[in-house]
Nanobody
Framework: VQLQASGGGLVQAGGSLRLSCAAS????????MGWFRQAPGKEREFVAA????????KYADSAKGRFTISRDNAKNTVYLQMNSLKFEDTAVYYC????????????????????WGQGTQVTVSS
């Protein structure tokens, strides 16, 4: 299984970025997918998740109203559109494929992730 994340970079505060994560080696449409992030010296934290069909999404409070997670099952790809970026959004962003059958109410838990992408750096300058 490979999750290849891309789209990170350096952006000014208030700007936007769109992250992509291309999956291979798994039946993508069967997996809920998510994004986590890890800032220097901090634990990896949940950002957003989307169910297999894309019909339900969930966001961390820090992401609500600014970030949008989406997926294209035909392209085996999950996206994270990030708008109104803040300095505190600076982190390495990881895409994640949840364990099959994971409880939707617990998708903020790292322990439910079966597969991690390699991460993409997002740096927001103030």
């Amino acid at each position: 299984v490979q999750l290849q994340a891309s789209g990170g970079g350096l952006v000014q505060a208030g700007g936007s970025l769109r992250l992509s994560c291309a999956a291979s080696g798994l039946t993508f449409s069967r997996y809920s997918m998510g994004w986590f992030r890890q800032a220097p010296g901090k634990e990896r934290e949940f950002v957003a998740a989307i169910r297999q069909s894309g019909g339900s999404t969930k966001y961390a409070d820090s992401a609500k109203g600014r970030f949008t997670i989406s997926r294209d099952n035909a392209k085996n790809t999950v996206y994270l559109q990030m708008n109104s970026l803040k300095f505190e959004d600076t982190a390495v962003y990881y895409c994640a494929a949840y364990r099959f059958g994971s409880s939707w109410s617990l998708v903020d838990r790292r322990a439910l992730v079966d597969y991690w992408g390699q991460g993409t750096q997002v740096t927001v300058s103030s």
